[in-house]
């Protein structure tokens, strides 16, 4: 049986073994440092240079894109109006001024259009607005005694209602929007959760809803105050939206009509204060304003050729003739694009 040397020798010359390699490797390195070097360096590349993956092949492969369709019809940006002739703007008399295409809401002109200024009676317009989103056209509301009085004691325009009777929100409207009616201002404020301060309220709501950061008001029917203000720009914007309801759409572009209270007992002749409604085609509202301070207010909509066109003057001196001039060098000036619908 041959001689089996122990265990423990064995091991003892491995050891002894690789002390004797790693001498050696040591001693070839000092000599041969900066190969050894560079072969760490490109073998540390290698490791951080990422291996194929299925993600990466997935990237590699062209496919086609494809797009869910919508489950419904995504509307068309509204023709917007572009500048094509080099005609220059009119000149005016209004401190402030501005055209505004209704549809897109792109301003073509503008003049002071952020200055603070009194509103006069464009202010009903807001007052429409916040009785609109009260009560229904049909809804009967009463006349308080207190809107007549305090009417009769202003230096307000009337519709000439008389305390007691009822009427609809309809017929205030039009007394309210043609003939500037102070006394159906008062009755649709009282008639607010029986509370002027109410109306108020709700009004520069609205305002803050809608970011009309030039406006507030003090009052529903536009007297002077100097908590009560707003710019072209706020005035645009507001009868824009305003003119999206289909029954102030309506009434803003009546010339003439006749209303009564509920029992028929009394009837109102209205005619609107908007001249631009006889003298300018197209003319399709809104509402005229007028006191010493704020001088003459008006805001007009035309439409021509199924583009419309919405004007705005404050502190005027001649409101129909610098909105006659506004409108048409508008028209004259602008042309209408349409995007494709491939777009």
């Known amino acids: 049986m041959p001689f089996a040397r122990p265990r423990l020798a064995n091991d003892t010359m491995k050891n002894v073994k690789r002390k004797l390699d790693f001498s050696r490797f040591l001693t070839e390195f000092k000599e041969n440092k900066e190969r050894y070097l560079i072969f760490c360096f490109f073998f540390l590349l290698l490791l951080l240079i990422p291996g194929q993956s299925y993600y990466q092949t997935l990237t590699l492969i062209s496919q086609e894109k494809k797009f869910l369709d919508l489950p419904f019809l995504v509307p068309l940006p509204a023709p917007y ?103 159906a201002a ?76 509920e029992s028929k007992t009394h009837w109102y002749h209205l005619q609107n204060l908007n001249e631009l409604l006889w003298e300018e085609p197209g003319a399709e509202g809104v509402k005229t304003g007028f006191t010493n301070d704020a001088g003459e207010c008006l805001v007009a909509e035309v439409k021509r050729n199924g583009h419309r066109v919405l004007t705005v003057v404050l502190k005027s001196s001649d409101r129909f003739g610098d909105s006659k001039k506004l409108i048409n060098w508008a028209f004259a000036n602008f042309s209408w694009v349409t995007l494709p619908a491939n777009r």
Do not use: C
């Not at 009119?90 to 549809?103: C, E, G, H, K, T």
């Not at 009755?187 to 709700?202: C, H, N, P, Q, V």
């Not at 914007?237 to 305003?242: D, G, I, V």
């Open 81 to 183: 109006p572009q500048k094509t002739a080099k005609m220059n703007a009119p000149q005016i008399s209004a401190l402030s001024a501005i055209i505004m295409d209704v549809d897109s809401q792109v301003v073509m002109y503008s003049k002071n259009p952020r200055e603070k200024l009194l509103p006069a009676s464009t202010t009903k317009i807001m007052t429409a607005l916040v009785a609109l989103n009260r009560w229904q056209p049909e809804d009967v509301l009463p006349v308080p005694l207190a809107a007549t009085q305090k009417a009769d004691a202003t230096d307000s325009a009337l519709m000439g209602l008389v305390g007691g009777e009822k009427l609809t929100l309809k017929s205030l409207l039009y007394g309210l929007l043609l003939n500037s009616g102070g006394d």
């Open 186 to 261: 008062y009755t649709l404020s009282m008639d607010y959760e029986g509370s002027r301060s109410g109306f108020i309220k709700a009004m520069n709501q609205k305002v803050e809803q809608l970011h009309l950061t030039d406006t507030k008001y003090q009052n529903e029917i536009g007297f002077d105050d100097s908590n009560q203000q707003t710019s072209v720009l706020d005035l645009a914007r507001l009868a824009t939206l305003a003119l999206k309801n289909p029954l102030f759409s309506q009434i803003v572009a009546t010339k003439n009509v006749t209303v009564s209270d």
